[in-house]
């Protein structure tokens, strides 16, 4: 292979990553595959331990698109045996153990989801239970041989909860153990992973050349930060947007990030090049035009050109236009519910807490009052103020709680 070849590779696959270890192995790897005329195997490993993924998920899942453009192999390891463990990369306690169950359930989720950026046609699925599931316990003695309980406390999760007191159960120590075997396994050139995953990524190293195999390459992406920023995107934090949210979620959700954010989700999220991303980061850019160009690409490459489009309109409509949206889910109120029914008038009162949760817009009475006390709450735009009250509906009413949960009433 050419080394412009090499160096055109190399500076794609860096744009975005956090650490290469090491570049210059990564190179020779490149050049000795093209020499040797077989792509490069290039691993990544998800566990199956939610049903859905994000963006955050994402962008491991770019750059491992980004080796399929190049020509290499990506393989795809569903942990559905590290899933019985938990990885404990950053927990401050032991993760709840799921069912063989859950796990295979969430796993065919997971497939169906990560197809929205891999190319399915050129990805290879391995499950890391082909091998673990037979795994004698002579060969399990020999992996955990192969690590000591001082490198294990070179964690900083392990580090503080051992200080701390807290406890660290011995099937956590394995789990690197395990992620790191899945890269003997597979004879995997690269391990792709967020940074939170650099210590696993390592040890896979270490298993290699215990193998008597070359160490794989690691290269860990940043953790993206959750839509108002902090914390990394989660869904039990309710800062994540979905790879399966409708467009106009998808846009609404990435419109409403903080301004500081938009350079790394530009980078991370898009394909953007960089001189197009300073540009609209610039002062010649209005921020809000910016982001609503980042809104635009992120939704347009799960859903399409069109539907972006069509949510940029919508969104436009209802947060700079201030009109309800074109079209609105229906609110259906039985008419027992009413208070007083005035079935002529098309109009009756009902509880206002109890109203948002017939809308499913609360799980509880007392959720709904809460957000009545934030304001959060309008009814026909007004404001609804008082959280133990009642109101007087029309059918057709638009009932509206917070930014994006809005429908019509009808009974």
């Not at 197809?115 to 990805?123: E, F, H, M, N, Q």
């Not at 010649?284 to 635009?296: F, I, V, Y």
């Not at 007392?366 to 103020?385: I, T």
Request: charged share 30%; proline share 5%.
């Amino acid at each position: 292979m050419p080394a412009s070849e090499v160096s055109k590779q190399l500076e794609l696959i860096k744009r975005g990553a956090v650490q290469i270890v090491t570049e210059d192995d990564l190179a020779k790897r490149i050049a000795a595959a093209g020499k040797e005329g077989r792509p490069l195997r290039v691993k990544l490993g998800m566990d199956p331990t939610a049903p859905d993924c994000h963006l955050g998920h994402s962008v491991v899942l770019r750059k491992m698109r980004e080796f399929q453009d190049l020509g290499h192999q990506a393989v795809l390891v569903v942990g559905d045996y590290t899933a019985r463990v938990g990885d404990p990369s950053g927990q401050n306690e032991t993760r709840p153990q799921l069912s063989a169950e859950e796990i295979e359930k969430n796993a065919t989720t997971y497939l169906e989801q990560v197809g929205r950026v891999l190319d399915l046609s050129k990805l290879e699925i391995v499950k890391n239970g082909d091998w673990f599931r037979d795994l004698s316990f002579d060969g399990v003695l020999r992996l955990t041989s192969q690590m000591t309980v001082a490198r294990m406390l070179e964690r900083d999760d392990f580090a503080n909860r051992y200080k701390s007191g807290t406890a660290i159960q011995i099937h956590e120590f394995i789990y690197c153990l395990m992620q790191g075997y899945d890269s003997v396994q597979i004879r995997s050139d690269v391990e792709l992973g967020g940074t939170d995953q650099t210590f696993n990524l390592l040890v896979g190293r270490d298993l290699q050349r215990a193998h008597g195999q070359p160490a794989q390459i690691c290269i860990t992406m940043p953790l993206l930060e959750g839509l108002a920023g902090g914390p990394k995107m989660s869904k039990s934090l309710s800062n994540a947007v979905g790879l399966t949210d409708e467009p106009d979620d998808m846009y609404g959700k990435v419109m409403s990030i903080p301004d500081r954010l938009m350079r790394s989700y530009f980078t991370l999220l898009t394909r953007l090049p960089e001189g197009r991303i300073e540009e609209l980061l610039s002062d010649q850019t209005h921020p809000r035009d910016a982001k609503g160009e980042l809104a635009r690409q992120v939704t347009g490459d799960y859903h399409g050109v069109d539907a972006a489009d069509r949510a940029a309109e919508e969104f436009i409509r209802r947060f700079r236009r201030k009109e309800d949206p074109s079209e609105m889910p229906e609110i259906r109120i039985p008419s027992k519910e009413l208070k007083i029914p005035d079935e002529d008038a098309g109009q009756g009162t009902i509880g206002i807490a109890r109203l948002i949760v017939l809308a499913g817009f609360a799980p509880s009475n007392s959720e709904a009052r809460r957000l009545v006390k934030q304001g959060a709450v309008e009814l026909d735009r007004k404001k609804v103020s008082d959280p133990q009250g009642s109101v007087l509906v029309r059918q057709g009413a638009v009932l509206k709680v917070g930014k994006r949960r809005i429908g019509k009433i009808v009974w």
